[in-house]
T-cell receptor, first 114, second 112 residues
Framework: KAGVTQTPRYLIKTRGQQVTLSCSPI?????VSWYQQTPGQGLQFLFE???????NKGNFPGRFSGRQFSNSRSEMNVSTLELGDSALYLC?????????????FGPGTRLLVL | DAKTTQPNSMESNEEEPVHLPCNHS???????IHWYRQLPSQGPEYVIH???SNVNNRMASLAIAEDRKSSTLILHRATLRDAAVYYC?????????????FGEGTQLTVNP
């Protein structure tokens, strides 16, 4: 099976713009989670989607949003970008999102906000 | 999820065993101990997990203290490819969803 894929891998935006990142989970996986990784804050959970519904949400402002499609592919959107949004954005998938399931991570999208 | 404590960094020599400790003194009876690692420029990858008994797989072994307040990830023969940040994470079986709460982890350096 192909692994989790994320596009694009690298992105440069300017403050005030918006950005959409894409994640394709492993075939058959229905749960997709998103994480932000920065040197200062480490890996932080953004949100999880399961069967096109947001099931869990981390402590991030409303500028961060996401959605999941019927084929389980997911997108996350960040509006009105700030310099502090520069980070590695990772998505992870699992079959059903049960707490003991292994999470499979993609390689991430590195976003730089200028 | 309960909190874990790990050393910030550890160093090892290639082909020697490595013991990565994790303290979780507030662990509850329903918490599983998971380990993930993140190689440079990659997303995290699953290593191993367990509840009470020691566990082995092709990547590593997990030794869990009898009182479950600590555990140790054992890499039997470290290779250069094992240089990574290792995260010890507690996951309650009563928690719904797939959220992982990462700490700072242990940066493992493997010397040739």
């Amino acid at each position: 099976k192909a692994g989790v894929t994320q596009t694009p891998r690298y992105l440069i935006k300017t403050r005030g713009q918006q950005v959409t990142l894409s994640c394709s989970p492993i075939s058959g996986h229905r749960s997709v989670s998103w994480y932000q990784q920065t040197p200062g804050q480490g890996l932080q959970f953004l949100f999880e989607y399961f069967s096109e519904t947001q099931r869990n949400k981390g402590n991030f402002p409303g500028r961060f949003s996401g959605r999941q499609f019927s084929n389980s592919r997911s997108e996350m959107n960040v509006s009105t970008l700030e310099l502090g949004d520069s980070a590695l954005y990772l998505c992870a998938s699992s079959p059903d999102g049960f707490s003991q399931e292994t999470q499979y991570f993609g390689p991430g999208t590195r976003l730089l906000v200028l | 999820d309960a909190k874990t404590t790990q050393p910030n960094s550890m160093e090892s020599n290639e082909e020697e065993p490595v013991h990565l400790p994790c303290n979780h003194s507030t662990i509850s009876g329903t918490d599983y101990i998971h380990w993930y690692r993140q190689l440079p420029s990659q997303g995290p990858e699953y290593v191993i997990h367990g509840l009470t008994s020691n566990v082995n797989n092709r990547m590593a072994s997990l030794a869990i203290a009898e009182d479950r307040k600590s555990s140790t990830l054992i890499l039997h023969r470290a290779t250069l490819r094992d240089a990574a940040v290792y995260y010890c994470i507690l996951r309650s079986k009563e928690t719904s969803g797939s959220r992982l709460t990462f700490g700072e982890g242990t940066q493992l350096t493997v010397n040739p």
